[in-house]
């Protein structure tokens, strides 16, 4: 593996977790010091991504300084909070109702100053609540341009600071606007700054039935826009958050590869949901699957895989997937 | 309308939702005298299904009788607590931990006898839990026996009550056992109790990419065991719980007609998550949509239906259905 | 109905129709003067698509003229073949081999050519075989770049003439690149050309599971991209290409306000695929559908649809559609 | 690999295929003599399925006989050709024609006969126009009820033949009646007859969203009633019918390890349409992934399998896997 892979989750995985049905949580509620305390133990785990209001607030910045140096995790995301809180839920840059647009928008602003006390440089921005489930209910037209707006106005009020937007094509709502690899593209081009780019979470290109590398491809290709990234899995029907190796290594193995042939420096990080697991496990089982499936790549020379893609063979492709599993 | 259509509505449409991102909940909690209220207000609606331990339990059955009375809503069914606590986590009547299977059919028995004792003969078991995740996670063979010998056992413990198996494809496990309308009856044949039958959630049919009237056929061809209707609807990848009318309208013709057909005698019951809607509004809405589709059903003469079914002919069975809507 | 509506068909609904299982045609093969004569008496059609290769080539494009003619029939689009060829069948302008490539953007110029003979100003560029299906098989990098380069070649080529991409996620290869409307735009975005423009087939957006009525919002804010739009229906899975009307009709309802609202100004064109039923009856009930809908759309003033989607209310949206109607 | 494991593959992988766009097909059209010459190069192969029709008729069984023999190649199952021909789309045992209907069941008995000619005591029904597109175009009690009295009928006839149902959720129509596995475990319960069974297609259970071990369990639990096994993959929105190896390893681990589990001693047949690559190296490389893959499943003590598979670890599971694959 080169040196240069550094793994990352979201504190998310060491805490209690629930769904619409198991309202009090499928485990315990855990403490801050806790769940960072958890992390530290994951096996080569070298930064944690805060979720807000779940993990940090203008209150607990220094707490979260401390941990994050006593543990030696560097802070490598915020995802500011526009997902978590009842006022949100119809929508955040794209809500109707003006007020709320511009509580979501300072809130970002805030957020953007607090990540950068933090020694980090990329909030994300997850547009959950800014879509729609019904006909007739969304002005496509002024969501849309709410958004580009917005996004705008955030993104000149830090310019030292990255905002990643993370698109994903359904949950919480049954649409999301900024739902696509191409949508997010799409809106980049209207946004047009050098400080804002993407967080490519891999279930969420999945549940679009994108092909991963395919997307951090286009990334490239598209000014070079991948912020960061989000490693899990899913059965492509829905965001299943599963452990990292659970259904699509195939498919894994052709993104590992994509992201090693892109340049891509960013953090390899976890986005995993635990409902029924413990989180430490399923942190180390998945960087596990990462490490053994980066090396199964490795153990391919590069120009032996760039000839199998340059000639296109169907059959050639499966005998370099089989060569880097079996051999 | 035909007289002998009765609606019913769960009472969680008048409670607080949730899911996994917004664990405090998109409204306030409810009391069950406040939900029973909101109930009352519903236009139509004649009975409340509802959820053990969200709205029922041991001590509070005189409670609910008093306002099942007071409201003069009856009690449709009773949904046994299979599902909200994290201890049912790894599955119920298949839980690999034989203590909690236990505890699952003690459960289900209890409630078979609060149920009976509030003047409703009809449970339903929904094996929400009863499924997995990952490949390698189950043991396909013990569980679906566990699941045929639990049923069986539960079903001789009251020959007098009727227990409903809800079959759902996925959520929250990413596979669910009981997953399929077919896996339904297939159970079915297994378990052979006069007592056992299905219910339909025409929102988990959608999910399965089953035909909802289908559905509802086989249920009659396999010895007329649909013992219960769940009426919402979805966009087919997830079981959205939108407002009946939202998405399928053609198909919920052909299905409206069918239940017809069959002569099946139960209840119309609602059961839609109103996460962003007033849930009173919401039940309005979906039962105005519910006369008004039976309404355009009806405003063909079954002759001239069956004549188009037995034909099966696609350009007539479209311009029946669009009869039905633009006369 | 407003008087600027005109209906259109692709020639092949009069045509034979085939599968994988079925190669030798669920009908008897068609001359191009009985697919003529099949869609004059189709009622309200005033224009007919051709597919190139199936319909028209360099040798009877007097024959296109006089039938059109005769028939009272404009052609509304040529669609280029550069899917109907084994010769296609490892993609055209991202094809590995320069040969290939070169001949699809040659075969393009010759249909802009010859279109602008027939009076048409518009082909459709579907790039059904670019694309992949295994892993390590495609070069994302340069099939996007070579597709880009091609669409500007040969936009440049005819300044005069309109170049429609129709985007598809999938079918015939399992991943084709130009896959969604997000994708379509981010293309349209590089090659940058006041020429080239977007085909919206919507069931190509509900198989993307995309709402069809943001696809077309969309092209609209992005520099008004909607050249040309294609019609029938499916059940998300797949390009069923299946009679309009037959499934989603709320979303319809929508998509049809919302082609109005942002002043589209082409073709109502039907892309059905009537395997099993007559092409012509097809299409007649296809366009009675579509006349049926946008009377109901108009039915209700366009100040009462905006006032509801300004609101956001998913009941009132749903009530909106129910009064559409059942009025 | 144990020694009982033999491979098959229908023959068609040898052949031409064509799809609904490219109508003249992705290859050349073969003899039989060259299909069976090509399969005789696949290594490890020891039998071909036929598809009637494609591949045997009245006329050739002779010949059909000596190339079998020629090549040492078994003929593992004869598919019935209900499906390949205009006569059969609008249904078979299901057809609303009953002229129709017994030309159908005929056409199964003639082949019983023929099959039976041939040393092989296995035909395949597959119903694949035996379903619907449209709302309100197929009667469900009908269309079953002659099902099951169709298949019946022909499970009469020879006694000593095996008749495999394989299920398939959509294509060639949107819906088919025998859809899922819980669908032909229903089937099988009203037909009641030792020699008829199923045959699983693994990309018809991907299709369904089934995990494919608990479909091949089932099979097992429910009469020991699996006859077949088809071997692809695909990305589950469609059968793809990919090689294998291609998409779901860790899934086909799992599945593979049931098939041994439950004492299955059938034959592992291919069943991929390689449209754009090269039969003979299509089987090939299905071959070698499936030896690979079993290999990785032998490489671990079925005790400790049988370890995690009670324990239902999540972790647990991924670790194995991952023990399987990268040790």
Chains 1, 2, 3, 4 share one sequence.
């Not at 944690?48 to 560097?74: F, G, R, T």
């Not at 879509?131 to 830090?158: H, M, N, P, T």
């Not at 829905?238 to 993104?255: A, F, I, K, P, R």
């Not at 005998?319 to 880097?324: N, P, S």
Request: hydrophobic share 45%; aromatic share 10%.
């Amino acid at each position: 593996m080169k040196k240069e892979i550094r793994f990352s989750s979201g504190l998310h995985l060491y805490g209690n977790t629930m769904d619409r049905f198991v309202g009090g949580g499928y485990k315990a509620n855990r403490t801050i010091d806790q769940m960072f305390a958890d992390a530290a133990t994951v096996k080569d785990l070298e930064g944690v991504e805060l979720v807000a209001n779940w993990h940090i607030n203008e209150n607990n910045v220094n707490q979260i300084k401390e941990l994050s140096k006593k543990h030696n995790l560097a802070i490598t995301m915020v995802i500011v909070d526009i997902f978590t809180q009842a006022k949100w839920s119809m929508g955040t840059f794209a809500a109707k109702n003006p007020a709320i647009r511009n509580q979501a928008i300072e809130e970002v602003k805030k957020y953007l100053d607090i990540t950068a006390q933090l020694g980090c440089d990329l909030i994300n921005l997850w547009f959950g609540h800014d879509g729609f489930d019904y006909s007739f209910q969304a002005d496509f037209l002024k969501a849309w341009q709410d958004i580009i707006d917005g996004v705008k106005e955030c993104a000149d009020y830090r310019p030292d600071m990255r905002l990643g937007i993370e698109y994903k094509i359904k949950e919480p709502r049954t649409h999301l606007h900024i739902g696509t690899l191409g949508k997010a593209l799409a809106l980049l081009s209207k946004v047009n700054k050098n400080n804002v780019g993407i967080v490519i979470d891999v279930g969420h290109a999945l549940a679009a039935y994108e092909n991963m590398a395919e997307s951090v491809a286009l990334c490239k290709l598209f000014d070079d826009k991948m912020f960061h990234l989000h490693l899990n899995d899913n059965y492509r029907a829905w965001d299943d958050d599963m452990m990292v190796g659970s259904v699509h290594l195939q498919e894994y193995l052709e993104l590992l590869y994509w992201i090693k042939k892109v340049g891509y420096s960013g953090w390899y990080s976890l986005d995993v949901f635990p409902y029924r697991e413990d989180g430490v496990k399923s942190a180390d089982e998945s960087i596990e699957w990462l490490k053994a499936m980066i090396k199964a790549v490795d153990s391919v020379d590069d120009s032996e895989i760039e000839a199998v893609i340059k000639s296109g063979d169907a059959v050639g492709a499966l005998a370099l997937i089989r060569k880097m599993l079996f051999r």
